[in-house]
């Protein structure tokens, strides 16, 4: 994602962005256990403190979709300044066995990750990690993008490692499945008079938005809760149709 962000702070230099990845990806430290939703919401919580800033608005696509929720819960539990609005990109706020009982399995995460845990370290090569991940029934598109979590350590020979932690990613990921948001969804916080937005954006191309659940969201815009659909996009909204979620976000950020 931070490609997106990259795009978004160049075509509005006058607002100011801090790009993270969360805890246990990119080249963020994994912190302790446990590592689960709340932790990363701290973790956000925390970074914001050092930096003394009080966010105006939170993003996070997927995985960090549910962070950013989770974040304005933990606004709403410490008393703290809530962002004027929470950006939530393809993400259902529900559970694995709710919003997410359809996912397509064959490429969900928690089948790629015990796949990942069977490649041999050091990786000796881009092509060949996407050959391996493939003969073990990982999709071309998912497994391109898992060579972005590398880390080169060697130059001659050619060698990688990852750049996540597996280990804390697989318990991230139960913890987003076992985690309901709807509550913060449908009771957002109002600070002196001041709602909080909640906008979701939603790939045309993901089934997992199903019309309940949308008509779900329907029912909260007196609560300031919106949805937008990105046409021409799947799960990696990024990828898939940068344009148009930058339209989206602008459009919504700029009022």
Excluded at 18 to 45: K, M, T, W, Y
Aim: net charge negative.
């Amino acid at each position: 994602m931070h490609l997106c962000w990259f795009r978004l702070t160049k075509a509005n230099p006058d607002w100011r962005f801090i790009c993270l990845d969360l805890r246990g990806h990119g080249d963020s430290p994994s912190f302790s256990e446990p590592h689960n939703l709340q932790a990363c919401a701290n973790d956000v919580l925390k970074l914001a403190a050092h930096l003394k800033v009080e966010p105006t608005a939170v993003l996070g696509h997927s995985f960090g979709g549910k962070v950013a929720l989770t974040y304005l819960q933990q606004c709403m539990q410490h008393d703290r300044a809530p962002p004027s609005q929470v950006w939530v990109l393809d993400s259902l706020p529900g559970t694995g066995a709710t919003d997410y009982a359809s996912r397509d399995l064959t490429n969900s995460i928690e089948t790629i990750l015990p796949v990942v845990k069977k490649i041999p370290l050091p990786i000796r090569s881009k092509a060949q990690l996407i050959k391996d991940l493939q003969s073990h029934g990982v999709a071309l598109g998912e497994s391109q993008w898992l060579t972005t979590n590398l880390r080169l350590t060697s130059k001659s020979p050619e060698l990688y490692e990852w750049k996540m932690d597996v280990d804390a990613i697989e318990q991230l990921f139960r913890s987003f499945l076992a985690s309901d948001l709807w509550p913060v969804v449908e009771n957002p916080p109002a600070t002196e008079g001041k709602d909080v937005e909640i906008h979701f954006v939603h790939a045309s191309k993901n089934n997992m938005w199903t019309p309940d659940l949308l008509d779900r969201l329907d029912a909260q815009q007196e609560n300031q809760v919106y949805h937008h659909l990105l046409e021409k996009s799947g799960h990696w909204v990024h990828i898939d149709n940068p344009v148009g979620l930058m339209k989206i976000i602008q459009t919504y950020m700029l009022q």
